[in-house]
């Protein structure tokens, strides 16, 4: 059995039905061929910021329609793709429907939405990336400065003269840079001024507790004010609760993502929430009262 999440999506092997040798053989021969199948598919989630109470973006996660499995969430086969090389192709594809996507909202007059991307670190250091980032763009028309790549922590880990040049020639192209849960890797600080990030991502587990546990509060207050000392923005992940949107509000966080405003959902049903909450004022959210 593998427990279901939001959306009818299929999150992970319970413990005791670890996938057996045989299976993993067989997710793998199933995984070879889901491209071509055609079995990928990306889920939005809008991102809102706090000051205008708009949508400013989306995220683009990754699903697989898996002809036997049903609908599954990355965690089910991210670490396989890795292991295999086959994140390469896959997240090649990510990048172009992302970009075709964005691309067509916009054609749309669902306005100028920031569209996020995450990249596997497998990736990020092989030497195409910057020539793959450039096709995407040429090819969707999408805006270079409507695309922002995710990286994790553990791209960025140790200074590396080859990651910097490798964001710099990123950035040259115009896109935007962010750091993805942020806080959770083995965080050397003095990275985040030596590469050209715009965003740092606020982990979700401390997000979580920020109501219930003191230093949850005091790490989130830390990253907000660092980030906004080295000019960065900063957004939180995983805000399921409208007390923790006001903690974060008050504490100047800039951007926000998470359930409370809308798990993510498929392009069409995206498109939707979009022209009935992500427009106006309210952000998608039900009370979006200001702090002081
Ligand atoms: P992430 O990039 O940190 O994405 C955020 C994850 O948190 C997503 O899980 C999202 O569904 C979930 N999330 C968002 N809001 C909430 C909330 O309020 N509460 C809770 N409990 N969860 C929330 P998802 O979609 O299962 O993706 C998991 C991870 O898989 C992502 O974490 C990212 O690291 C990776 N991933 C997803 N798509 C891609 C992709 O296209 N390429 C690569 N390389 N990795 C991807
Ligand atoms: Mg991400
Ligand atoms: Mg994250
Ligand atoms: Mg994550």
């Given amino acids: 059995l593998a427990k279901s999440i939001g959306g009818g999506t299929w999150r992970f092997f319970a413990a005791d039905m670890r996938p057996r040798a045989s299976q993993t053989a067989q997710l793998e021969s199933d995984l070879r061929g889901a491209l071509s199948r055609q079995e990928f598919l990306l889920h939005?989630?809008?991102?809102i910021d706090l000051r205008s109470n708009r949508v400013v973006g989306a995220e683009a996660l990754l699903r697989w329609q898996h002809p036997q499995h049903g609908l599954l969430a990355p965690d089910a086969f991210l670490g396989l793709a890795e292991e295999t090389g086959l994140i390469v192709p896959i997240n090649e594809w990510v990048l172009n429907e992302a970009c075709r996507q964005g691309a067509a909202w916009r054609a749309e007059g669902l306005g100028d939405l920031r569209i996020a991307v995450n990249l596997s670190p497998i990736q990020f250091r092989r030497e195409g990336v910057e020539t793959l980032v450039r096709e995407a763009l040429r090819t969707s028309g999408m805006r270079p400065t409507s695309l922002e790549l995710e990286l994790t922590e553990g791209i960025l880990l140790g200074y590396d003269k080859q990651i910097v040049t490798q964001m710099q020639s990123l950035r040259a192209l115009g896109v935007t840079l962010s750091v993805d849960d942020f806080g959770t890797g083995y965080s050397s600080l003095s990275y985040i001024r030596s590469f050209p990030l715009h965003r740092l991502k606020i982990d979700r587990s401390f997000v979580q507790d920020l109501g219930s546990d003191p230093s949850a509060l005091a790490i989130v207050?830390?990253?907000?004010?660092?980030?906004?000392?080295?000019?960065?923005?900063?957004?939180?992940?995983?805000?399921?609760?409208?007390?923790?949107?006001?903690?974060?509000?008050?504490?100047?966080c800039d951007e926000v993502q998470g359930y409370y405003f809308s798990q993510p959902i498929p392009s069409e049903a995206f498109a939707v929430w979009l022209t009935q909450h992500?427009?106006?004022?309210?952000?998608?959210?039900?009370a979006t009262e200001k702090e002081h």
């Fill in 44 to 47: 939005y989630q809008p991102q």
């Fill in 221 to 252: 207050r830390t990253i907000i004010d660092l980030g906004h000392i080295l000019h960065l923005q900063v957004l939180a992940e995983g805000v399921e609760e409208e007390s923790q949107l006001a903690l974060l509000r008050s504490e100047g």
């Fill in 278 to 286: 992500g427009l106006g004022e309210a952000g998608g959210a039900p």
